[in-house]
């Protein structure tokens, strides 16, 4: 909760408070073949070699060619195959289109601001820090319930705290659609 808290008001205020903020630095990188991948299993063997435990459990995704009229003929944009995985260390996309001696490599790598907004943000996490991030959310929802509850049974009557949640959620609503429009 502490992190959720920190993290959330640095990125909140980071603009305001001149807080230096997320830097991610892109490096693109094009790897010159001496012969073609014969099959999308070479393709994964040279990922994997060139860069170990990135992607042991992704699959590699194709993306079929596809043929686009012009005004006077067709342009074919040929068959890619490619790996991709986002994590919260950075994330690395490597691609190349058979027959051709070329594969590309986009990597992303984050600076700790960067590192801390994916971490706030659950990218790259596995499900027990999504669940985590879940329960925090349902535990700050049932916390505000429970306070304007009691404070009711102390201090008001229950057509006041139904007016009060009335405001809020007015309230809310009102400024989402304020900063929407």
């Given at each position: 909760m502490l992190l959720y808290g920190v993290t959330g008001l640095w990125l909140q205020h980071r603009s305001t408070l001149k807080i230096p903020g997320p830097i991610t630095e892109m490096t693109n990188e094009i790897f010159h073949l001496e012969n073609?991948?014969?099959s999308i299993g070479d393709f994964k063997?040279?990922?994997d070699r060139a860069y170990p435990g990135w992607f042991e459990d992704k699959k590699v995704t194709v993306k079929a060619s596809i043929s686009l009229p012009t005004k006077n003929d067709s342009i074919v944009?040929?068959?890619m195959w490619s790996l991709r995985k986002v994590g919260l260390k950075g994330s690395l996309g490597i691609s190349y289109v058979p027959d051709t001696l070329v594969v590309r490599v986009n990597k992303q790598d984050p600076n700790f601001g960067a590192f801390m907004n994916r971490l706030h943000r659950g990218m790259g996490t596995g499900i027990s820090w999504q669940?985590?991030?879940?329960?925090?959310a349902i535990g700050l929802i049932l916390f505000s319930f429970t306070g304007l509850f009691m404070w009711t049974k102390l201090h008001g009557t229950k057509k006041t705290g139904t007016v009060l949640f009335a405001v809020g959620g007015v309230a809310m609503i009102g400024t989402v659609l304020f900063n929407l429009l």
């Open positions: 073609s991948f014969h063997a040279f990922s944009i040929p068959e669940f985590f991030g879940d329960l925090a």
